[in-house]
T-cell receptor
Framework: GQNIDQPTEMTATEGAIVQINCTYQ??????LFWYQQHAGEAPTFLSY??LDGLEEKGRFSSFLSRSKGYSYLLLKELQMKDSASYLC??????????WGAGTKLIIKP | AGITQSPRHKVTETGTPVTLRCHQT?????MYWYRQDPGMGLRLIHY???????AKGEVPDGYNVSRLKKQNFLLGLESAAPSQTSVYFC??????????FGQGTRLTVV
């Protein structure tokens, strides 16, 4: 079957760095997405990786290893507004998104 | 992206029909309906790859959809059940990759 695993909850300190991991098992693979979702709001797109390696976008970076079925989202210089859920999703061979349950990130002052 | 869902909140009784609406102003080809439940990932209900076409997703039972015009994607519950209490998100995309989400509809079936 198809499956996405990510931690349920993480806590970090304002100004610090946090890495959110995601492992996936899908029928075929056409890319890995990260979305941010604040409580009560819609998910918003953060990043898309289809090739191995690190993609950097400001304070946020995303890494992909296709051979390991693994990705992570790295958030630097954490701010209180980064408190949100982070959703990992893999695009399978039918171009359907398979979603993880999300990682709730709590930022403490 | 210009996506509007209506209503934003709805409380309905078991057994009543319900229609959720999604309207886009982006002219994107793909439209999707997801449900989001606590502790679970987004689950695809139905989707459309163009005007007049629809297809089943992961959890289609108890739902129907229609896309008579490219801008509008309707989600219907013929007979609402308590198990369909959820937050429903409409999403659009042009390339079947990056998706843009509407603000969601919180449906409660009592």
């Amino acid at each position: 079957g198809q499956n996405i695993d990510q931690p349920t909850e993480m806590t970090a300190t304002e100004g610090a760095i946090v890495q959110i991991n995601c492992t996936y098992q899908t029928s075929g693979f056409n890319g890995l997405f990260w979305y941010q979702q604040h409580a009560g709001e819609a998910p918003t797109f953060l990043s898309y990786n289809v090739l191995d390696g690190l993609e950097e976008k400001g304070r946020f970076s995303s890494f992909l290893s296709r051979s390991k079925g693994y990705s992570y989202l790295l958030l630097k210089e954490l701010q209180m507004k980064d408190s949100a859920s982070y959703l990992c999703a893999a695009l399978d061979s039918n171009y359907q998104l398979i979603w993880g349950a999300g990682t709730k990130l709590i930022i403490k002052p | 992206a210009g996506i509007t869902q209506s209503p934003r909140h709805k409380v309905t009784e078991t057994g009543t029909p319900v229609t959720l609406r999604c309207h886009q102003t982006e002219n994107h080809r793909y439209m999707y309906w997801y449900r989001q439940d606590p502790g679970m990932g987004l689950r695809l209900i139905h989707y459309s790859v163009g005007e007049g076409t629809t297809a089943k997703g992961e959890v289609p039972d108890g739902y129907n959809v229609s896309r008579l015009k490219k801008q509008n994607f309707l989600l219907g519950l013929e007979s609402a059940a308590p198990s369909q209490t959820s937050v429903y998100f409409c999403a659009i995309s042009e390339t079947n990759t990056e998706a843009f989400f509407g603000q969601g509809t919180r449906l409660t079936v009592v």
